[in-house]
């Protein structure tokens, strides 16, 4: 795809996941009072929407269709969404700002924070299993990708990499440890995004592999950036400052690798990424222009 | 069922709970370190296990088999146990005691607390999920009881009482309110623990409708007795100080119709909860003899 067609592209799917996030997350006004609105402002607080729309990308990959896999989309993006408001909590890494905007605790108090943070989970988990919203897919098949996303993002996935991330901060770790918090913060929910999306549209065994090698690389590659980004990115373009993983004493490559190195690394994962799509020759373009925006991406 | 019989069925029962805790929760030393040890110590901090204990009576009464039910019972207790953790966080309720044990903060301080809340909803999900674990059930099925659940739990049921009981604190409320709390914050769990017995186990139209009225009913009955025993229970039998509704300026039944109108509130929804279940006759004398030890416990 032209860089233009790319972008298009990535327009469009905004669009539409932002249409249903709008749809299914009940509305501001919706009782009991507070709760809704923080859910919707974290949500709306100007998220790219990269998760669903790896959701979207694998699933069209596999010849799935966008409008089958929609709800299952949304879910991720808010599943997403809870793990950063819960993160940004005083007694975890006690951040003000987020997309340029007060993180949801400085607005709504800590107690609604995190309850709208476990009301977003938990939605998630409503839309994955609703049966009515996605009845082109067979039950059996909703249900495994459920029953991934949720491994993905449990205590040996995201939560684990939040947890290693905490009791590392301030700490020289090795290149294992490192590798840990990101393919599990980061990472898992980024290949969970790949796999739900290929998983729905019935994906066969040789497809599954292919996109689970590109989506374990793009998701690491990913958060390599991201610690780039934070030592010499845009802050308006980013909505946030940069320099916070050296005041929260955050592991990062560029802190154990140097930032050209790191580069390098990131790089790398997503050449070696794309070249696992061969199979799929043109129908994988997307998720090949995907990656190359994951190294490219200046916000 | 005589005294003893139902004595006996609740300590099995009990059991039954606890050994599929313990083997579906991963082991202490599961690497990250401190996350599973959290999550077990409040899961194991010693709960009566009736929640799942109403799944498996309610699979039972409709002609299901508890084997069957069993991921899913322990799925109910564990989120019940994540709701407690978050509730006596410091930016919610603040206790530093339950079960007679330090609050899960107090031990793990307050990050692992809302990682390990955040794990075992999400765990709860990935067994109400598991294709493997639940194989006598159809999957449709399984999709309709989880995604009831989701619903019982995220923002219009458990999570929503607990905003408004948070924003009442202090005030004086109408007993809409109230029971707005009590039936969502205490009831919704408890109804859908009974109504996801039923549902898994493919209970009909009819069966359906009366167990939905003794679980709102028991439900709300429930939360009221612990009101009372809060004001005046014994606080070995129950492991916290009692008082800490007035401490916390909580809204309760016993504050806004005194205790004895209180008790007879509890009483009568009670009855009216059993005389629900007649269709099933003697099958239903586990649900009936819970529903009486609702309102006679004294912990």
Known sequence: MSGLEIEKYL?????????????????????PP???ESMRYSIFAGGKRLRPILV?????????????????AAAVE???TYTLIHDDLPALDNDDFRRGKPTNHKVFGEAIAILAGDALLTYAFQLMTDPNLMNTVSPAVILSAANEMAKAVGSLGTIGGQVVDIQSEGKEVDKETIEYIHTHKTGALILASVKCGAILSEGNEAE?????????????????????????????????AIGSDIENKKVTYPALFGIEESRQ?????????????????????????IADFFVSRSF
Chains 1, 2 share one sequence.
């Open 11 to 31: 327009a469009e799917m905004k669009e539409l996941v932002d249409d249903a996030l709008d749809k299914y997350i009940p509305p501001v006004n919706e009782f």
């Open 34 to 36: 507070g709760i809704h």
């Open 56 to 72: 979207i990308a694998s699933a069209e990959t596999v010849g799935g269709r966008r409008e089958d896999v929609l709800p299952f």
């Open 78 to 80: 808010i599943i997403h």
């Open 208 to 240: 599954m592999e292919a996109l689970i090698s590109y989506g374990r690389d793009i998701g690491l590659a990913f958060q390599i950036v991201d610690d780039i980004l934070d030592l010499e990115g845009d802050e308006d373009k980013l909505g946030k």
């Open 265 to 289: 690394m990131a790089s790398r994962l997503v050449e070696r990424g794309i070249s696992s799509l061969k199979m799929f020759g043109s129908r994988a373009d997307v998720l090949r222009d």
